[in-house]
DNA sequence: TGGGATTTGTTCGTATGTATT
DNA sequence: GAATACATACGAACAAATCCC
């Protein structure tokens, strides 16, 4: 087991290892719980529901002591964590978490348009009963939490469409729809109004009645549409306050200035 | 480059870390080309390319020793490449290159499919004149393939969709489609059959022409065919052999025993 | 079964590069 | 603009696990 004889500074600094992650039953190959993983997944949640916000800088030093690990794993960590988005990288300046712009968004959720389209269409007249009636609870869950704060509605959301990519047993179109919808959720965090993502919930209502009754068409075009809705909310309503930062960033940072 | 017998605690333990290595200056803006990102892109050539074939160990050490960097950096690019599925890591065992299943490869190509749909359906009517140019040019760089080896056809037909992410601009769906090419090049690799490649070219005349007159769906429909037939060509062939081959695999490990 | 050789997992020191005063 | 302080990049060494007789 792990050894406690690591005993440097062992007197207030208890190394709060998260307990071996509960990693759900449902994926039955891999087991990833190795001690990256489980600072990468502290991290990855931390990030996620905005414990850790945007921009804000992610010293390895830091993290590590507070995760008791040493820099080594955190590092790996943020690496990864950087090719998925979530972490920005600069050379030698270390990781900050991702800041995403309006442009990068955009680009997100065109991808996550064409993967979502990829799920439905797999999932339409194929889900089981059992896997209707967990998508009708998870609905019922994102409508109860529509009275307390945005944070868990985003969270909510995002999950529907993780469980969607999960019942396909494609493993990359998980990996992907995870990836886009991490960080979407950070996109939303950052831009979108609160109560913004309300009327998702009738929306994700829709799809899965048209998964029930096996219309991939219909449940392509909802998909397609409901994202695009998200997106507006999230992207357009601040529109007009970011272009304006956008204009003005370049002169702020003598970007701008570049030939090129 | 195979595999030079490993004194490593020899009398010649020279770091050889002299040369900063020989990368270009360029870039000098976003400079991806640290080190690590060196031995990152020569294993993923090795592998896309075959010098590495599937299956095959990859020790760290032996790796460093003729990249001339340390196991660290090593580590570092072989876990990026397991994230992207040409790597295989196992916890304590090391890495080899990924070895791909036909329903693993049937996976990434249903992704693919929806990502290529996303691709052309951005592209379509979009292209300008001298994107086309470049376009018709690589399709006749694999034209003029089609006579040699086998290999050098896998590898072309894999660029021109990156070509063709490449051209829409969005670096989510380069990176994407860059993955799944690559481990599609893998796929085909090992189990397509010589000269399964050939009507390709015509499909991708095809898409180009769709493309240029501006007919977004005619253009998916298109693309949507030609990776169907790639996939076709590549897993249907050999299926005979494999699902014996799958068959038989739960008695020969065992694996089929468990409860779950 | 066991023990030595080999390989991986992890820590931590040092050099290098970046920000700050 | 130089000196200082600090964070990162990299590598060597140690510890643990696995492989191979």
Not at 144 to 157: C, F, Y
Not at 175 to 200: D, F, G, K, N
Not at 231 to 260: F, V
Request: charged share 25%; aromatic share 4%; hydrophobic share 40%.
């Amino acid at each position: 087991m792990s050894s406690m004889k690591l005993h440097k500074t062992s007197d207030a600094k208890r190394p709060r290892l998260k307990q071996r992650s509960v990693e759900v039953a449902t994926e039955k190959e891999t087991a990833p719980a190795s001690r990256v993983h489980s600072v990468y997944r502290t991290l990855w949640r931390a990030i996620v529901e905005q414990a850790l916000q945007p921009g804000m800088k992610l010293p390895e030093d830091t993290i590590g002591e507070q995760l008791g690990v040493s820099r080594t794993l955190v590092r790996e960590a943020l690496s990864r964590l950087a090719i998925e988005g979530l972490v920005e990288l600069k050379p030698n300046r270390g990781a900050s978490v991702a800041h995403p712009t309006i442009e990068e968004a955009r680009e997100v959720f065109d991808v996550r348009c064409g993967l979502e389209r990829t799920v439905v269409s797999m999932l339409a007249g194929r889900l089981s009963a059992q896997q209707l009636k967990i998508l009708d609870a998870h609905v019922q869950l994102e409508e109860a939490a529509q009275g307390r704060g945005g944070a868990e509605s985003i969270r909510l959301a995002g999950e529907f469409h993780v469980k969607l990519a999960e019942m396909t047993g494609n493993a990359l179109l998980q990996r992907y729809i995870l990836e886009v919808s991490s960080r979407c959720t950070l996109v939303l965090a950052i831009y979108s109004r609160p109560h913004s993502s309300e009327c998702a919930v009738s929306e994700h209502r829709q799809i899965i009645a048209a998964l029930r009754v096996g219309d991939a068409n219909e449940a392509a075009r909802l998909m397609e549409h409901h994202l695009q809705a998200v997106a507006t909310r999230a992207l357009l309503a601040p529109r007009a306050s970011k272009e304006i930062a956008d204009l003005l960033a370049p002169y702020a940072e003598g970007e701008g200035l570049r030939p090129w």
